[in-house]
Nanobody, 124 residues
Framework: EVQLVESGGGLVQAGGSLRLSCAAS????????IGWFRQAPGKEREGVSC????????YYADSVKGRFTISSDNAKNTVYLQMNSLKPEDTGVYYC?????????????????WGQGTQVTVSS
């Protein structure tokens, strides 16, 4: 069964840090683009960051540049999102997603494998 499982969410104060993990099973990350997305209540799902496993190319939304870092451990079939200097507006459910592609994109409709999400809450 093809599956993505996110973990690492939680409640943190503004200025704090969290590291999210996205573990894949049923397939390997070779030649996949892996993205992190988030959705706040009443808002559309938005792309946060993505990484292309074949060459390690990374891409970030402007809202998280300089604060978030995406990385992958292909041996563990896991992608991470290190989130520093968190702000209340970073609150939401964070999802990871995968698509067999070598093109980095933050459009949710480009991805076809999704995890169940993990809640991140940043208090002010």
């Amino acid at each position: 069964e093809v599956q993505l499982v996110e973990s690492g969410g939680g409640l943190v104060q503004a200025g704090g840090s969290l590291r999210l993990s996205c573990a894949a099973s049923g397939f390997t990350f070779d030649d996949y683009a892996i993205g992190w997305f988030r959705q706040a209540p009443g808002k559309e799902r938005e792309g946060v960051s993505c990484i292309v496993s074949s060459d390690g190319y990374t891409y970030y939304a402007d809202s998280v540049k300089g604060r978030f870092t995406i990385s992958s451990d292909n041996a563990k079939n896991t992608v991470y999102l290190q989130m520093n200097s968190l702000k209340p507006e970073d609150t939401g459910v964070y999802y990871c997603a995968a698509v067999p592609s070598t093109i980095a994109t933050l459009y949710p409709t480009s991805y076809d494998i999704w995890g169940q999400g993990t809640q991140v809450t940043v208090s002010s």
